[in-house]
């Protein structure tokens, strides 16, 4: 159920702007990996980049090679919507779809994927997501009513248990908890450890508590000025990253002194 | 497919050269080309079964083409990707079944029309013209007679809409963003509006008539008549796209009017409407465009004329649709129809025209003046 | 916006003059507001006025002589035959038109495609009547044989197939092109302003385009596709021009292949410079009719609007 991530090499553009220069990480099976770096340092676009969701903004494309348990993303006659269906993915703002009921919004990746599911599993998958969210006794009483009526980490949440529901291989997480309170946050970062051990997660945050409370590995991407491409500047196992970074431009933001 | 390449994986990275699970079970890239050759050639035969044409075989084409295609990826990629190449074929072909219409009536026009713009056409009326004159044109190849009439009618008519719509239907669209503040009147006028843009032409047509044919007799046709008729369709339009201009203007603007003690109706005049006249004037423009090819009412309101008349108030007028209208209808001289058809196509030119011309200037107004509504 | 307008009434301060200016200026655009329904009360009054004799006078002084119901009922129908025909073609491809242009275009070109399909709505109706006259009809007239041979037994193509093409078909056929822009534009409009956050997240699930545009397009566009054609269907039922020219006009039958049928704008535009007395009134009381349905469409589409907004005003 978890894979790991080897990138190679990697460039990412916006037409011809550089957005995101050469860059190369190993990512591993059932660990927590954060981004993290200033604001415009390619980090969101590096991550969508995982799942090709980048290629749904005009002009943006990707070169190089994305290895996921050695085969290229971006090999010749990929379909990025197979690549979706392993790589899942939860957004900065919470985005159910507003039309669904609860029920069907944790469905709503399955139903595409295998249209017949009975509905006696259609519940048991209903409930394993939602609990594997921590949102189950929050909502089983009402999981009819739809999806937009719940609370903004609810929300997220469902999100998550929408995107664990297809069963991944890995999951992106961009910002989950930029547009939520702290209590959401902490329910949101739980969670990421509880779901770590069955996927690769990886989370772009801007929080760098965050990054320390929740990941093992931790990616610092800096950019050098405006027009300038994102860069990795290091990658380290997140104690390391924090404690004794090797860099000084890792050190100056990390520790404050920048940013 | 994606459910198979999950379950049945053997072991990370074993050999560099085996195929990507990732690709596994994908249509070959020539698939789809493959299959339109197919499609065309299993056209065209049977299309020789029937009775060749090329109508036909372009439709038989495109149905094997519609039916054999996402069955074939769908057999090798599964349901999903067979379903959603199915839409992506079915949406192609609409678009182009909705572009070969555009294309033939344009074409149609161009075709009949070009050879019937005349010097005669532009600046002759059909007064005293004739059938006798029409079924001589064969042998001598010049038509008589011309649309000049028909032009007149068109722009005075047109302008007196104009100038009537235009002043209302401002001036609601003001009271309802800048008065009403949501009240039961406001909802009413806007409510109404959405009514009347939703009358039908002829009925506009049929109100004008019966107005003016209780107040001054019945059968009264004039220019002036057929502008009422078309003032009642021209306004809706008006009164919405304003409105929706008016709302678009930033209401820190107002905010810093009035901060300054200014008037509301100062503010009105002199912040607001400068800073939406663009899209305004667009709008009254692409207003003009439609009624000026409106032929529903006019048949109802403003008669049928062969002579140049430039007073609204008296008289028959005919405008360039109805010209176009009578001239197919009812040919000048029944027995030889070809002059008064080409006479129509030519109008029908001449009146594209100037509805592409209308739709121009609209576009290029709202460019010219587009940084004032930007700075939303 | 304008709840914010209302907290800071002017008029307390400043001078004299302006406060006149004021009052004319909202006495004027109220004055506007109001002729609308002046307007409207007056359309609906003169009509009713004008068609009055219509329903007093005796059953068999009406066309058709057995009364007015027995007059306008033929002409109702042929109505919605047209518009239905209409409907079934153009909805369709007016939305899958749509799709091409918000979703499945490249961007380099949907803008393009988006002007061409305005400017299908912008060529006057008498042009397109007179296309469908003489291009159209005459091409139709072999599959109206075809269908009249060999699918005979349906009642819509019940044969002998009208020779000159100008067919209740052939005008619905018109009248779907004319309405086709109006489901495109609009359609495409809201198609367009789907959230990326939901469009985003049935991509993200694995979802392919159609399945994305199921998941998430759709339903956010459904309340705007329904006034779509609404607006359509009202505007096929008032159009006169394309089924005076195109449709040879003669009582009600059902094949749609032969001539015969008419409807109500048809009917008044094709009689009504020749039409005086009684025969004036019958004309205005059908336009009243025609009026009357409309209405009724456009309430309905509002109240369908209505509804959903409740169901999707949750977000």
New interface residues.
């Given amino acids: 159920m978890s ?2 991530i080897d990138v190679e090499h990697l460039n990412v553009y916006y037409g011809d702007f550089l957005a995101v220069q050469d860059v190369s990480m190993n990512i591993e099976p059932r660990s927590v990996t954060a981004f993290i770096g200033p604001s415009g340092c390619g980090k969101s676009t590096f991550l969508r980049t995982l ?1 090709r ?1 980048h290629e ?1 903004i ?1 002009g943006a494309r990707a070169e190089g090679k994305v290895l ?6 971006y ?12 790589v ?4 900065q ?1 919470p ?6 009921s609860i029920r069907d919004n944790v469905l ?2 399955v139903k ?4 017949r599911i009975s509905s006696s599993d259609a519940d048991d998958l209903v409930e394993s997501s939602l609990r594997g969210a921590n949102l189950w006794n929050e909502v089983k009483d009402r999981l009819g009513k ?1 999806g ?2 719940l609370s903004g980490g609810q929300q997220q949440r469902l ?1 998550i248990a ?2 664990i529901a ?2 991944p ?1 890995v999951i992106l997480m961009d910002e989950p908890c930029s547009a939520l309170d702290p209590i959401s946050t902490l329910a949101i970062e739980d969670l990421i450890n509880d779901i770590k051990s069955d996927y690769t997660v990886v989370i772009v945050t801007h929080n760098m508590q965050q990054a320390s409370r929740v990941s093992d590995k931790t990616a610092f991407f800096n950019i050098e000025g405006t027009g300038k491409p994102g860069r990795l500047i290091e990658y380290a196992p997140t104690s390391e990253i924090f404690n004794t970074p090797q860099k000084q431009e890792t050190e100056d933001y990390v520790s404050g002194r920048f940013g | ?3 198979s ?2 379950t049945s ?1 053997p072991g ?2 074993v050999s ?1 050269v085996r195929r ?4 596994r079970g ?1 249509r070959p ?1 020539w698939l789809v080309p493959v299959v339109g050759v197919v499609a065309v050639v299993a056209g065209a035969a049977l299309a020789a079964l029937v009775g060749f044409g090329i109508a036909l075989w372009a439709l038989f084409a495109a149905v094997i083409f519609l039916v054999v295609g996402p069955l074939a990826v769908g057999l090798i990629e599964g ?3 067979g379903k959603d190449s199915l839409m992506t074929f079915l949406v192609y072909t609409a678009f182009v079944l909705a572009v070969i219409p555009l294309v033939s009536v344009i074409w149609t026009v161009l075709v009949n029309g070009v050879p019937g713009l005349t010097g005669n056409m532009l600046w002759t009326s059909m007064n005293g013209v004739t059938g006798l004159q029409d079924n001589t044109a064969g042998s001598s190849g010049e038509v008589v007679g011309g649309a000049y009439h028909a032009i007149v009618g068109t722009v005075s008519i047109t302008f007196w809409a104009t100038v009537m719509s235009v002043p209302v239907g401002l001036l609601t669209a003001i009271y309802l963003v800048e008065y009403s503040q949501g009240g039961w009147l406001g909802k009413a006028i806007t409510f109404f509006v959405d009514v009347m843009t939703g009358i039908p032409s002829i009925v506009a047509g049929l109100f004008a008539a019966a107005l003016f044919g209780m107040i001054f007799g019945p059968s009264t046709r004039t220019g002036f008549v057929a502008a009422v008729a078309l003032t009642v369709l021209m306004i809706p339009t008006v009164v919405k796209n304003t409105e929706e201009m008016l709302r678009i203007v930033p209401n820190e603007l107002r905010e810093a009017s009035y901060a300054l003690g200014v008037r509301k109706w100062r503010t009105i005049l002199k912040v607001v409407i400068p800073t939406a006249i663009s899209g305004i004037a667009s709008g009254v423009t692409l207003a003009i465009a439609r009624v000026i090819g409106e032929t529903a009412p006019l048949l109802v309101t403003a008669g049928f004329a062969t002579a140049i008349n430039w007073n609204s108030f008296s008289g028959w007028m005919t405008t360039l649709p109805t010209f176009i209208y009578y001239q197919i209808m009812n040919p000048t001289s029944p027995t030889n129809p070809d002059p008064s058809l080409q006479r129509a196509w030519a109008a029908a030119l001449i009146l594209i025209i100037i509805v592409m011309l209308l739709n121009l200037v609209a576009r290029l107004i709202a460019r010219a003046f587009a940084p004032k509504t930007a700075g939303r | 916006m304008s709840t914010t307008l209302s907290a800071r009434k002017p008029g307390t301060s400043s001078s004299a003059g302006g406060r006149a200016g004021d009052a004319v200026f909202s006495g004027l655009s109220l004055a506007a507001g109001i002729l609308i329904f002046a307007v409207l009360a007056a359309v609906a009054l003169f009509l009713l006025l004008q068609a009055l004799p219509t329903f007093t006078a005796p059953a068999a002084e009406i066309t058709g002589g057995a009364g007015f119901f027995s007059y306008i009922g033929p002409l109702v129908v042929g109505t919605l035959i047209a518009s239905v025909i209409a409907l079934l073609i153009a909805t369709p491809v007016g939305i899958l038109v749509a799709l091409y242009i918000s979703h499945y275009a490249p ?1 380099r070109i949907s803008t393009p495609v988006g002007y061409v399909i305005d400017l299908l709505a912008a060529i006057p109706s008498v042009i397109y009547g007179a296309w469908g006259a003489t291009v159209l009809a005459p091409a139709l007239v072999p599959l109206y044989t075809w269908l009249s041979e060999h699918a005979g037994f349906i009642p819509f193509f019940t044969g002998p197939a009208s020779q000159t093409g100008k067919t209740m078909l052939t005008a619905g056929i018109v009248l779907a092109i004319m309405i086709l822009p109006i489901i495109t534009s609009m359609s495409r409009e809201i198609f367009s302003q789907t ?14 385009r159609w ?1 994305m545009i199921r ?2 397009v759709l ?2 566009a459904r309340p705007g596709i329904v006034s779509s054609i609404m607006l359509a269907l009202g505007r096929a039922l008032g159009e006169t021009m394309a089924v005076a020219l195109v449709l040879s006009s003669g009582p009600m039958i059902a094949s749609l292949v032969k001539s015969g049928n008419q409807t109500i704008a048809a009917e008044i535009a094709l009689n009504f410079p020749e039409a005086y007395g009684l025969r004036l009134s019958e004309l205005i009381a059908a336009g009243l009719v025609l009026f009357l349905i409309t209405l009724v469409v456009n309430m309905i589409a509002r109240a369908i609007i209505a509804r959903y907004k409740e ?2 005003g ?2």
């Fill in positions: 894979k790991r799942n969701m749904v005009p996921l348990d050695g085969d290229d993303l090999g010749k006659g990929v379909d990025p919507v197979t690549v979706r269906s392993m899942g993915m939860v957004f703002r985005n159910p779809f507003p039309t669904m709503a990746g595409l994927n295998n249209k739809p937009s009526g999100c929408r995107a297809v069963k291989e | 497919m994606s459910t390449t999950q994986q990370p990275g560099p990507s699970k990732l690709t994908q890239r349901s999903r990707a | 961007a959230p990326k956050l939901h469009e985003e997240a049935a991509l993200a699930l694995g979802a392919t399945e998941v998430s339903p956010f169901f999707s949750a977000n």
